[in-house]
């Protein structure tokens, strides 16, 4: 059984540039999150998506968006990038949504590094 | 507002001994608990999934233990080995969020 899939792995932006990164959730899995994990803040929840309708969302500005397939698959983008959005994002699929879902299982990772 | 705490944030220790990992949380209304491991530049693995109606959880030389009322859970490592070396974190789900991490524990298991 496939795990999650991100893509980009590593990609290099510059300031005002936007971003678009992937994420193929476990299949059967309908719920995908998404995660900002920094050195100074460490992991931040950004968004969770199920059945392509956004179902929560962290305290992040605007300029983090994100949306869900037919097929569960999710994307996020990042529009007019700063230097302090360079961070690993990371994906995490669950078989439903909202906090009492079980398992989460993530995938590898996108390093964004913006200059 | 749910804050998670792992102490130490760095550990080593011999290989063969056996440790445990601390996770404190404030707020007790938890649904569920997730002990994660973590490698440098890797996404996170999941180890051990403790529900809020259960106390412990075991999978192989791991063993989590949760105490709802006091905030905290423990993450058991028996016999330690160097390819256990890795940051561990711990998140809880309350409220309408999905998991809350801790900052972890950088763990180091000398050969």
């Known amino acids: 059984k496939a795990g999650v899939t991100q893509t980009p792995r590593y990609l290099i932006k510059t300031r005002g540039q936007q971003v678009t990164l992937s994420c193929s959730p476990i299949?059967?899995?309908?719920?995908v999150s998404w995660y900002q994990q920094t050195p100074g803040q460490g992991l931040q929840f950004l968004f969770e998506?199920?059945?392509?309708?956004?179902?929560n969302k962290g305290n992040f500005p605007g300029r983090f968006s994100g949306r869900q397939f037919s097929n569960s698959r999710s994307e996020m983008n990042v529009s007019t990038l700063e230097l302090g959005d360079s961070a690993l994002y990371l994906c995490?699929?669950?078989?439903?949504?909202?906090?009492?879902?079980?398992?989460?299982?993530f995938g590898e990772g996108s390093r964004l590094t913006v200059l | 507002k749910q804050e998670v705490t792992q102490i130490p944030a760095a550990l080593s220790v011999p290989e063969g001994e056996n440790l445990v990992l601390n996770c404190s949380f404030t707020?007790?209304?938890?649904?569920?608990l997730q002990w994660f491991r973590q490698d440098p530049g890797k996404g996170l693995t999941s180890l051990l999934l403790?529900?809020?109606?259960?106390r412990e959880q075991t999978s192989g030389r791991l063993n989590a233990s949760l105490d709802k009322s006091s905030g905290r859970s423990t993450l058991y490592i028996a016999a330690s080995q160097p390819g256990d070396s890795a940051t561990y974190l711990c998140?809880?789900?309350?409220?309408?969020?999905?998991?809350?991490f801790g900052t972890g524990t950088r763990l180091k298991v000398l050969a």
């Open positions: 998506y199920f059945s392509e309708t956004q179902r």
């Open positions: 995490a699929s669950s078989p439903t949504a909202g906090p009492n879902t079980g398992e989460l299982f």
């Open positions: 299949s059967g899995h309908r719920s």
């Open positions: 403790i529900q809020s109606s259960q």
């Open positions: 707020d007790s209304a938890i649904y569920n």
């Open positions: 998140a809880v789900t309350s409220g309408t969020y999905k998991y809350i």
